[in-house]
Nanobody, 122 residues
Framework: QVQLVESGGGLVQAGGSLRLSCAAS????????MGWFRQALGKRREFVAA????????DYADSVKGRFTISRDNAKNAVYLQMNSLKPEDTAVYYC???????????????WGRGTQVTVSS
């Protein structure tokens, strides 16, 4: 049974930083591209970032480029999202996801976590 468990969300002031973590189990982690998505209240879920199994390819949404960094540790079955220079518009529930056949930011990922809330106050 695949489980993806996010942590690290919280309340932060604009300009601050947070680091999200996602612990994966029940899958061969190194086979999967790992991604982060977010969904703000009343809006559709959107792609944030993804990193392939070897970290040979990393994609970011334009809205977070230069501010967010995705990374993974295959030895720990974990993926991270370092978020700097946070803005109120970054407020959302952030989801971790895994996919075997990633082809880009529009990929429908196979497995999903339950999410962690990030709130950025102005």
């Amino acid at each position: 049974q695949v489980q993806l468990v996010e942590s690290g969300g919280g309340l932060v002031q604009a300009g601050g930083s947070l680091r999200l973590s996602c612990a994966a189990s029940g899958l061969t982690f190194s086979w999967y591209t790992m991604g982060w998505f977010r969904q703000a209240l009343g809006k559709r879920r959107e792609f944030v970032a993804a990193v392939t199994w070897s970290a040979g390819s990393i994609d970011y949404a334009d809205s977070v480029k230069g501010r967010f960094t995705i990374s993974r540790d295959n030895a720990k079955n974990a993926v991270y999202l370092q978020m700097n220079s946070l803005k109120p518009e970054d407020t959302a529930v952030y989801y971790c996801a895994a996919d075997r056949n990633y082809v880009g930011s529009t990929t429908t990922f196979d497995f999903w976590g339950r999410g962690t809330q990030v709130t950025v106050s102005s």
